[in-house]
Structures are given as C-alpha cells and as structure tokens.
T-cell receptor, first 114, second 109 residues
Framework: KAGVTQTPRYLIKTRGQQVTLSCSPISGHRSVSWYQQTPGQGLQFLFEYFSETQRNKGNFPGRFSGRQFSNSRSEMNVSTLELGDSALYLC?????????????FGQGTRLTVV | DAKTTQPPSMDCAEGRAANLPCNHSTISGNEYVYWYRQIHSQGPQYIIHGLKNNETNEMASLIITEDRKSSTLILPHATLRDTAVYYCIVRVPGNQFYFGTGTSLTVIP
C-alpha cells in the first residue's frame, strides 16, 4: 500500500513569506503528526492531529499552524518565514495515534528560507 | 525533552550482529520504546517497538531490561545498507515522539 506522501519535496522561500506543506497519510490512518528537523536541534515535535482536531502541540511559536481535513490529509503552515525555519519537515501517520501502534514517516519537505 | 541516552556513534563489521544500547531510566509504565533509523535525511524508518517484553521482527530484535530502564536493539547480520542514524525513542500517549540525538552506526566491509 502507498506510504505517507509529503508535497512538495523541496521548497525555497524568501524571508517574510508564508508556506504551506501537505501530508497525505497512509489509507486508514487518522493521526498525523509533524516534526521539524534541523542540524542544531534535531527532530522536534510540532503538533499532532486526530480526526480533524489538534490533539497535542510542541513548543513552537504561533507562526507554525496546521489543520487536518476529513480525509485525514493534513497541512502545516508557517507564516512570516525566518532564516531559522530552514529545515526538513516530516510528517508521520498512524492508525489511532496510540502509543502501541506504529507510526510511519514520509520523506519530508526540505524548506530553504533565503 | 528527549528521554533517552544513546552513544553518539558505533562501528560494526559487515555480517556481524550490531547491538545498539539505549538508556531510558525515567520511562513511565505506559510509555513504549520505539526504534527508528534515518538514512541521509530521508524520513525515519520504523524498526520495532515494545513495552516490556522482548520483541522480534524481520528487521531486528528488541531486548528490554526487566526494570525497563534500558534496552538494546539487535541487528542480527549487519549489512552496508544498515549504515544509518538509529534513534531510540520513548513514545508518550498522544503520538508524540521525543527524539534524542541517536547513534550513528557505520557498518564496515
């Protein structure tokens, strides 16, 4: 079956712009979580959505937001981009977001802010 | 904050077993231990997970100590394609993974 799909794979934006990233989970998976990976901070949890509701949120500023649609696809948005937002953004999907079920990651979106 | 401690790097000879240790001394009773690996900044790949019993699948074995304060991931016959960063993660209820810095495993021919 198809894995987690993230689009686009690569993106270049200018400081001050905003960006929207998309994540399509594995069919049947209702939980989608987002992570930011940078060389300095490693992999950090952004937020998690389940059944169109944000269920958990990491320690990121309000410029980072997301949403989930009825088909479980999720988007994350970053407004007023800063150079430090350059990172690999990863999403992961799982059936119910329970600790006992596997979560599968997409290949990520590489965002470069110039 | 990461709840795990791993050695930053390890080497393993091709064909030999790779044993990757992880300390998670503050793990709670309902928190699972997960292992993922990441190759060249691709998305992390799921390997195995467990709560308190040892687990085995086609990729690896997971040995969790009785007090659950540490675990070991075993790749039984390491190949060059197993060279990657391996993350030991404590997964809290609510689908949050707290990644540490991982162990960079290099498989040597």
């Amino acid at each position: 079956k198809a894995g987690v799909t993230q689009t686009p794979r690569y993106l270049i934006k200018t400081r001050g712009q905003q960006v929207t990233l998309s994540c399509s989970p594995i069919s049947g998976h209702r939980s989608v979580s987002w992570y930011q990976q940078t060389p300095g901070q490693g992999l950090q949890f952004l937020f998690e959505y389940f059944s169109e509701t944000q269920r958990n949120k990491g320690n990121f500023p309000g410029r980072f937001s997301g949403r989930q649609f009825s088909n479980s696809r999720s988007e994350m948005n970053v407004s007023t981009l800063e150079l430090g937002d350059s990172a690999l953004y990863l999403c992961a999907s799982s059936r119910a977001g329970l600790a006992a079920t596997e979560a599968f990651f997409g290949q990520g979106t590489r965002l470069t802010v110039v | 904050d990461a709840k795990t401690t791993q050695p930053p790097s390890m080497d393993c000879a091709e064909g030999r077993a790779a044993n990757l240790p992880c300390n998670h001394s503050t793990i709670s009773g309902n928190e699972y231990v997960y292992w993922y690996r990441q190759i060249h900044s691709q998305g992390p790949q799921y390997i195995i997970h467990g709560l308190k019993n040892n687990e085995t699948n086609e990729m690896a074995s997971l040995i969790i100590t009785e007090d659950r304060k540490s675990s070991t991931l075993i790749l039984p016959h390491a190949t060059l394609r197993d060279t990657a960063v391996y993350y030991c993660i404590v997964r809290v209820p609510g689908n949050q993974f707290y990644f540490g810095t991982g162990t960079s495993l290099t498989v040597i021919p």
